[in-house]
Structure formats: C-alpha cells, structure tokens
T-cell receptor, first 112, second 115 residues
C-alpha cells in the first residue's frame, strides 16, 4: 500500500516558467512533510518542509502548499532553472513516529 | 559542517556473500536511517537506529541487519546476498525528534552490485 504517491513520473518545463510537482497521501495521521531533490550519483538533498499546522511554506524560489482536506501537497519552483533538473521526492511522517514514507519521485527536466 | 558520509562508494559482491556498508552521521545527529533504492523504484525504508538501538525496521528479511555505535555511526549488514539486493543504499541522519519534524540529511549512498 503506497501511502505517499507521486503520480507523475516525469515533468518537462521551460526555463523561467513555474514547475509544479504534486504529491498525494492517504494517511490522515501524517503531520510533517518534506521535499527532496536528487541528482544522479548523489544522495537526496533536503529542500523544504511543511508542518500540518500550516498550508504554505516558502523558501526562495521554492514554495510548498499543503491541502489537508485533499491530502495533497505540491512544490512550486519559480522561476525554474536548468540546474533544477533532478528527481524530486516528497516524504511524510505520521504524528508520534519518526519514520518517513517516501514517494517514488518525479523527474523534472527544465529546458533551456 | 561535514555531511553524512558513506563508505564504500561502490561494492561488488557475488550471490551468497555478505556485505557491510558504513555510515557516519552529521555531528550532533543521533538518529541514523537506512534506505534501499532499487532501479526505478523510490526509497524503501530499511532500518532506523537511535541512541544505539534499533527503533524500527521496514519490510525486509532478517538478513538485513545493522547496528549503531556509541559515536552514532552505523553499519548495515546484508547476509546471503541475492541478485535483487543490487541497489543504491542510502543512509540519512537527523537530530532526535522532539515533538516536531526534523528533516533527514542523506549521504551519497553505496552502490551495491551483486554478480
């Protein structure tokens, strides 16, 4: 049972435009969410997080939105840059636990 | 601040052998997590160690085991290697969670290849 789903395996966006990466989850006990970026041959790099008490968190070009009623979160990258081309993972953990559940990732390609 | 370091970078073994992977967490982090990323799949949670004890394990057979040392570094041992164990093994560390979420910081992984 995949509790965290990234239904788009890949996404292509023109440089300068907005990239929107989506993540859906099924467990209503999830209270903390993370986004990671992963380049080939490197480990995932932490990007941004959001707690379930918020619906938005911003850090520079990266904004994460959380819609608890829809059990959906999204990562917006504005403006997209070629260096953003990577695989993006969302992850979630349930209240009272320390284990994160990861999605399968979305490969973002930013076209110059 | 030094990041999470893993060794070796690559490891080649044959079926039936045993593999040992090592991880040093970020200074000040007491929790270490191990993940397996097989080709085309997401990160599958393997093991979580904190303060020297195994706190949780994923849906993997007992031949996947490990330990955490007093300095918080960790080893992952895989016995009786099988072809499907070929994957990237990632280690992550975090501060001990204290009621709020803490991001995990990853190393660059060990690529384990089974021939």
């Amino acid at each position: 049972d995949q509790q965290v789903k990234q239904n788009s395996p890949s996404l292509s966006v023109q440089e300068g435009r907005i990239s929107i990466l989506n993540c859906d989850y099924t467990n209503s006990m999830f209270d903390y969410f993370l986004w990671y970026k992963k380049y080939p041959a490197e480990g995932p790099t932490f990007l941004i997080s959001i707690s379930s008490i918020k619906d938005k968190n911003e850090d520079g070009r990266f904004t994460v939105f959380l819609n608890k009623s829809a059990k959906h979160l999204s990562l917006h990258i504005v403006p997209s840059q070629p260096g953003d081309s990577a695989v993006y993972f969302c992850a979630a953990k349930a209240s009272g636990t320390y284990k994160y559940i990861f999605g399968t990732g979305t490969r973002l390609k930013v076209l110059a | 601040e030094a990041g999470v370091t893993q060794s070796p970078t690559h490891l080649i073994k044959t079926r039936g052998q045993q593999a040992t992977l090592r991880c040093s967490p970020i200074s000040g982090h007491t929790s270490v997590y191990w993940y397996q990323q097989a080709l085309g799949l997401g990160l599958q949670f393997l093991l979580w160690y904190d303060e020297g004890e195994e706190r949780n394990r994923g849906n993997f057979p007992p031949r996947f085991s490990g330990r955490q040392f007093p300095n918080y570094s960790s080893e992952l041992n895989v016995n009786a290697l099988e072809l499907e164990d070929s994957a990237l093994y990632l280690c992550a560390s975090s501060r001990r969670l204290g009621g709020s979420g803490q991001p995990q910081h990853f190393g660059d992984g060990t690529r384990l290849s089974i021939l």
